[in-house]
């Protein structure tokens, strides 16, 4: 499969990770964007094809044709990693950080965890393959190239992802807004996977049946809780600060 | 709904189909006949037509310009607001939403944006907000920069949000009256709103690849003010050992 990229951002990350599966860029006549400047160079450096004649279906021309006009990379989906290697290579120290996504449905949240994964340093990427957002375009042009740069592994089944991480030594530490602990209170000397759940239902009762401890950021206002991504970020950060201090 | 309870944005009409929740039905009839708002019964598809989407769970309304809140009025409020968060050119209604939901949740009394660039109080706004624009004042200013200076004035310190910042958030006092100012998605702050800001500050990072959606970076900074002012532990008090 393939997919259509326009944050050059993430074209840019694909082209610096894995440039065998950049297939083309595609340009509109005239210079490049500056944004786009560093896509056309390095896509030239290695001699992946540059269109520039983005003529457009005679019907379509003058109308509201302007998306199909702009620039986009074609690129191969990334491949996911095997799960045993998520947690065991390297073996699991103290202020390691993995994240799972438990049915999350916008791809504009899980592209944005994906983006605050790579900031974070977090070592992997856990996601469900059913009732879930599938990792597309939008993902990655979300991610602005935080898919690249994090493994990723897609599951059927995430409560035997969860105990193979447990049993790989990583702790479970799931998200709710009903749990007793704020995200500081949480123990730091181990590794952790942070569950998130779903942006309406939250965690699977499975899923929070596995987890060794809950957390949750203690809400101030009426709404009672955040943005899904954002709820993610806050906790990465928590979680990141207390695990590797002074960084 | 929630702009329905909190009863500060008032629609102009009000409309309901079949779609619509029973128990949903008789608060929004509860609700309208209180504040003598005009309720229409419409279809389903009907609705789907007025809204222009086919996803709606049976209830919309016709909202008026959001009634912003004016600057000196929020400024002479009493308490005075200590936690403000200022928007420059904030594009994404997405991003607008969830950043207004974050300031709710995470102890911020007021929010200030400005009007070029910036995405105004529109219906995907109050979606992704979840309804939280009508749980704090949202003061709309025709100048940041002159807008800043104004909450410099009443004591409040302005802190920019930059990654090129020399200090981390968790260095600088938040406890004192603050304004945490964010920038544009692609650009950051631009050079005028920075110029007004007192200390500029990032966030700490363990290994840092790329940057940080401006929805996600604001929800740390606040949560970062609520560690800081220690509201959390007051909550939470009996569980602290």
């Known amino acids: 499969m393939t997919l259509l990229l326009r944050n050059p951002h993430s074209v840019i990350a694909a082209l610096d990770r894995r440039p065998g599966d950049v297939l083309e860029v595609r340009l509109p006549p005239g210079k490049p964007s500056e944004a786009w400047r560093p896509v056309v160079e390095s896509a030239r450096e290695r001699q992946i094809p540059i269109k520039t004649e983005l003529a457009l279906p005679p019907d379509r021309r003058g109308g509201k044709s302007e998306r199909q006009g702009a620039a986009c990379a074609i690129v191969r989906e990334q491949a996911g990693a095997l799960l045993e290697t998520l947690w065991t290579a390297p073996p699991p120290q103290t202020g390691d950080l993995w994240v799972a996504l438990d049915c999350l449905q916008d791809p504009h949240n899980v592209g944005a965890v994906f983006r605050s994964a790579a900031f974070f340093g977090v070592r992997g990427v856990v996601l469900t393959k059913d009732r879930s957002a599938p990792l597309s375009s939008t993902v990655y042009d979300v991610a602005s190239g935080g898919v690249e740069s994090v493994p990723f592994v897609q599951t059927p089944n995430l409560a035997s992802a969860l105990k193979a991480a447990k049993s790989a030594g990583v702790w479970v530490l799931g998200s709710s807004e009903r749990a007793a602990k704020d995200v500081s209170q949480i123990p730091h000397d181990r590794p952790w996977l942070l569950v998130i759940g779903n942006e309406e239902q939250g965690l699977r009762r499975l899923s929070q049946e596995l987890c060794d401890e809950m957390c949750r950021i203690t809400p101030q206002g009426d709404v009672g809780s955040l943005n899904a991504s954002v709820a993610a970020g806050v906790l990465m950060s928590a979680l990141r600060s207390v695990l590797a201090p002074g960084q | ?241």
């Open chain 2, 1 to 241: 709904m929630a702009t329905l309870r909190a009863g500060l944005w008032t629609p102009l009409e009000v409309a309901v189909a079949p779609r619509c929740p029973d128990d949903l039905r008789a608060d929004v009839r509860r609700l309208t006949s209180l504040q003598q708002i005009p309720l229409m019964e419409v279809t389903d598809s009907e609705l789907s037509r007025r809204c222009r989407a086919e996803d709606h769970q049976g209830l919309a309304a016709r909202m008026p310009e959001f009634p912003y809140a004016n600057l000196d009025e929020v400024l002479s409020r009493s308490p005075a607001p200590t936690a403000w968060l200022v928007l420059d050119r904030i594009q994404d209604s997405f991003n607008f939403g969830a950043i207004v939901r974050s300031a709710v949740e995470l102890g911020i009394d007021a929010v200030l944006i400005g009007t070029a660039g910036q995405a105004g109080v529109n219906s995907q706004v109050v979606r992704s907000s979840a309804g939280a624009v009508n749980y704090l004042p949202i003061v709309r200013a025709r100048s940041v920069p002159e807008a800043l200076q104004l909450l410099r004035d009443a004591g409040v310190l302005a802190i920019a949000a930059s990654e090129k910042a020399a200090s981390t958030v968790d260095a600088v006092d938040l406890i004192r009256p603050v304004a945490l100012v964010i920038g544009n998605e692609a650009e950051g702050l631009s050079p005028a709103v920075l110029d007004c800001c007192q200390e500029r500050v990032r966030i700490p990072i363990g290994n840092r690849v790329g940057s940080l959606n401006a929805a996600v970076a604001a929800g740390i900074l606040c949560y970062e003010l609520v560690r800081q002012r220690g509201k959390w532990s007051k909550s939470d008090g009996a569980s602290l050992t």
